[in-house]
């Protein structure tokens, strides 16, 4: 009956353990999971950033086009 109740205690510690472990490898996960959400977003906003720049970067280059044109005709 010793014997029993010590087998009890070890597997109820054993139980606490596994519940311990369980719960922080639910928080770790959790946590990478906002990591990967916040690095999308990131590179989202960066994506938007550099079509941004892109559109930025045609608009100059069409009135730099412009201008040369304009130039030629007045010659």
């Known amino acids: 009956e010793s014997q ?4 009890q205690s070890e597997i109820e510690n054993k139980d606490i353990l596994i519940n311990e472990l369980q719960q922080k490898y639910a928080e ?3 946590e990478l ?9 990131y590179s989202n ?3 938007q950033q550099i079509e941004l720049l892109k559109i930025e970067l045609e608009k100059s ?7 040369r044109l304009l130039m030629e005709n007045e010659r």
């Open 4 to 7: 029993l109740a010590q087998y």
């Open 28 to 30: 770790q996960t959790q």
């Open 61 to 67: 280059k069409n009135l730099l086009e412009d201008e």
């Open 33 to 41: 999971q906002l990591m990967q959400e916040q690095n999308l977003s």
């Open 45 to 47: 906003e960066q994506n």
